[in-house]
């Protein structure tokens, strides 16, 4: 694991690189190959508990996302879930429902009503629950069946 991380942080500082040595022009061939890698990257930090190193892996990638010549909204969504979920780890739900809910809105602009959506509500109610908003909680947790 350790060499695992230690290639991915050299890969986080290539990728940290990238909008400064590419031409406009030349991006749009790596981007889905760079966004794709940092979640991976992400979520293998996270796995690790790096969920600061997570976070930025993350925000990385929504960065390359959101500026890309193509966005997709589901990818996008995806994104929106892992940072949510890093924020709830570090204890910041009501920035973690924020996250939560624009990939919620993402989703349904791309009919996405499907098993990730309800995965994203339920982390929706996780974090209303650590709040100690149990009822809406509970209401969150019945919209996901």
Request: hydrophobic share 35%; net charge positive.
């Amino acid at each position: 694991p350790d060499k695992s991380l230690k290639c991915m942080k050299r890969a986080m500082s290539i990728y940290s690189q990238y909008d400064k040595n590419k031409k406009k022009s030349e991006k749009s061939e790596d981007e889905a190959t760079i966004t794709d890698s940092l979640h991976q990257i992400g979520l293998t930090f996270e796995d690790h508990g790096e969920n600061t190193l997570a976070l930025k892996a993350f925000s990385r990638e929504m960065s390359l996302r959101k500026s890309a010549h193509y966005c997709d909204k589901r990818r996008v969504a995806r994104v929106l879930n892992a940072i949510g979920v890093i924020q709830c780890k570090r204890g910041k739900f009501k920035n973690a429902i924020e996250f939560f809910t624009e990939a919620l809105v993402n989703m349904d602009s791309t009919g996405g009503r499907n098993a990730t959506f309800a995965a994203t509500l339920f982390n929706v109610g996780l974090a209303l629950e650590k709040m100690g908003e149990t009822e809406r909680a509970f209401q969150t947790y019945a919209e996901t069946l």
